[in-house]
């Protein structure tokens, strides 16, 4: 499967941003989709996952109540809509998929996710 994201940009801190992914290859059906983030000089993070039939969602604390995941099967696209940007949220982000399965905290692990994004930039000034 091919992931491709869109949607990063330039933004003043206290904005919002909407991020997208669409699965080019095959059908995500309910396989969790995750997006993670790395900024420049540390290791890749987790930012959220969207995960069973039910569409569940995790979250990483920092993003907690800013950023919302969500996903449409029918269109094979997961989104990320980030309100209140920070300047500590700059990074690229990268969409992932997991074959695996996951779910909750067990959707936090880099490994867990075994197809990827390029990635979008996204940088948010002050």
């Known amino acids: 499967v091919q992931l491709v994201e869109s949607g990063g940009g330039l933004v003043q801190a206290g904005d919002s941003l909407r991020l997208s992914c669409v699965a080019n290859?095959?059908?995500?059906?309910?396989?969790?989709m995750g997006w993670f983030r790395q900024a420049p000089g540390k290791e890749r993070e987790f930012v959220a996952a969207?995960?069973?039939?039910?569409?569940?969602?995790y979250y990483a604390d920092s993003v907690k109540g800013r950023f919302t995941i969500s996903r449409n099967v029918r269109e094979n696209k997961v989104y990320l809509q980030m309100s209140s940007l920070k300047q500590e949220d700059t990074a690229v982000y990268y969409c992932?998929?997991?074959?695996?399965?996951?779910?909750?905290?067990?959707?936090?692990?880099?490994?867990?996710?075994?197809?990827w994004g390029q990635g979008t930039q996204v940088t948010v000034s002050s």
């Open positions: 290859g095959r059908a995500l059906s309910t396989l969790p």
């Open positions: 969207v995960y069973d039939i039910d569409d569940n969602e």
């Open positions: 992932a998929t997991s074959r695996l399965g996951c779910s909750g905290s067990g959707c936090d692990d880099v490994s867990v996710f075994d197809s």
